[in-house]
């Protein structure tokens, strides 16, 4: 098996993910792949990796991926969801910083409904 089927779901993922200037290239039995993406995306694609491997010790994978600030993401309110519990799914948000993104969608913090789409400030 060649290190790009060994981390195939992970390429996938970095493609479906829309990581911006993705270069995938296996040279000498190391697989070599870096883009530009979001914080989120970032931390999905290690923790698969963390899957595929989980001691981290094949050493033939070469992972670089820069997080690009100021994106967005749209998240559709599920039953159950509130800004703190959406928070939580994103490293370093608050329900402070969704609330804040959108005012113009949300006027009470506390009363949001399921279908409704929200920013989420990357």
Not at 39 to 49: P, V
Not at 96 to 105: C, G, L, T
Not at 115 to 120: A, D, F, N, S, T
């Amino acid at each position: 098996m060649s290190v790009k089927d060994k981390y195939s779901r992970l390429i996938t993922l970095a493609e479906e993910s829309g990581v911006a200037d993705l270069s995938v290239i296996e040279n000498d039995g190391i697989l070599y792949v870096s883009g530009k993406t979001s914080a989120l995306k970032k931390d999905n694609i290690w923790k698969l990796y963390n899957e595929i491997d989980p001691d981290f010790r094949a050493g033939d994978l070469v992972l670089d991926l820069e997080v690009i600030e100021g994106q967005e993401e749209i998240y559709e309110i599920r039953k159950g969801d509130n800004l703190s519990k959406i928070a939580k799914k994103y490293p370093g948000m608050t329900w402070q910083k969704i609330y804040e993104a959108n005012k113009d969608k949300i006027k009470d913090p506390n009363l949001i409904y399921p279908g409704q789409k929200i920013l989420i400030p990357l």
